[in-house]
């Protein structure tokens, strides 16, 4: 799980990895877009040393 600014619904919305439509390497990490469960398409940015990716935690979010 990770969280995500949703365009549509201009909050942060907690998705399944399996929300991930792409992923882009950039110099400080990646450039992530998803598909939200409103079916809107968002791009959020994944730090390489962020917790989001190593080291997720189950109350992060919430
Ligand atoms: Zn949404």
Do not use: W, Y
């Amino acid at each position: 799980m990770f969280t995500a600014h949703c365009p549509h619904e201009q909050q942060n919305v907690l998705l399944n990895l399996s929300s991930i439509e792409t992923m882009r390497k950039v110099p400080d990490g990646f450039a992530v877009t998803f598909v939200c469960t409103c079916g809107h398409r968002g791009t959020t940015h994944m730090s390489r040393m962020g917790r989001s990716l190593r080291n997720p935690s189950p109350t992060e979010g919430l």
